[in-house]
T-cell receptor
Framework: QKEVEQDPGPLSVPEGAIVSLNCTYS??????FMWYRQYSRKGPELLMY????GNKEDGRFTAQVDKSSKYISLFIRDSQPSDSATYLC?????????????FGKGTLLTVNP | DAGVTQSPTHLIKTRGQQVTLRCSPK?????VSWYQQALGQGPQFIFQ???????QRGNFPDRFSGHQFPNYSSELNVNALLLGDSALYLC????????????FGPGTRLTVT
């Protein structure tokens, strides 16, 4: 079993739709949860990060973490064509010098005008 | 303020050759990590450098080595290249004390023929 599972999609939605992206994980040591956006042939761009369980909102983006279910989500409201990209979830355990990010495979999102 | 920069952008090498990739971290960042991203996959952690020492290493063979310089810039060296080493190589940097804020560069696309 992989440490982080993410449905690769592809996911295609009309402009203005609410998008839900999800990851599950198996390592209970993960404490930091990140979402990155990666445009084609570019490096990943940090969108949001949360520590432990709970919700975090930033503009049209909301990240949710449910540690009891080992499940994280990213919601995008009022999606725009410029949101079309691959979305990567990433996780990290805390403590010591452990700063390794473990990524999902990424979900390819297309927002159609 | 320049973000993380990497050079070269693209590189084509032959099996058995050696390659060196370079990374300059974002201003104020002192820790550099390297990741390998194969096509259609999430980035895989190679290693991390802090205070000019390798602090953590992922599941990569000794053919992969690195270095960090006093100005925090870093190099990734890969010896005896294999076809399977073809990938996007990403460098990420983070500021002191903020493990969850890791910012990626645009990557170096390595093709091994």
């Amino acid at each position: 079993q992989k440490e982080v599972e993410q449905d690769p999609g592809p996911l295609s939605v009309p402009e203005g739709a609410i998008v839900s992206l999800n990851c599950t994980y198996s390592n209970s040591a993960f404490q930091y949860f990140m979402w990155y956006r990666q445009y084609s042939r570019k490096g990943p761009e940090l969108l949001m990060y949360t520590y432990s369980s709970g919700n975090k909102e930033d503009g049209r983006f909301t990240a949710q973490v449910d540690k009891s279910s080992k499940y994280i989500s990213l919601f995008i409201r009022d999606s725009q064509p410029s949101d079309s990209a691959t979305y990567l979830c990433a996780m990290m355990a805390s403590g010591g010098s452990n700063y390794k990010l473990t990524f999902g495979k990424g979900t390819l999102l297309t927002v159609n005008p | 303020d320049a973000g993380v920069t990497q050079s070269p952008t693209h590189l084509i090498k032959t099996r058995g050759q050696q390659v060196t990739l370079r990374c300059s971290p974002k201003s104020g960042h002192d820790t550099v990590s390297w990741y390998q991203q194969a096509l259609g996959q999430g980035p895989q952690f190679i290693f991390q450098y802090y205070e000019e020492e390798e602090r953590q290493r992922g599941n990569f063979p000794d053919r992969f080595s690195g270095h960090q310089f006093p100005n925090y810039s870093s190099e990734l060296n890969v010896n005896a290249l294999l076809l399977g080493d073809s990938a996007l190589y990403l460098c990420a940097s983070r500021p002191p004390g903020l493990a969850s804020e890791q910012y990626f560069g645009p990557g170096t696309r390595l093709t091994v023929t």
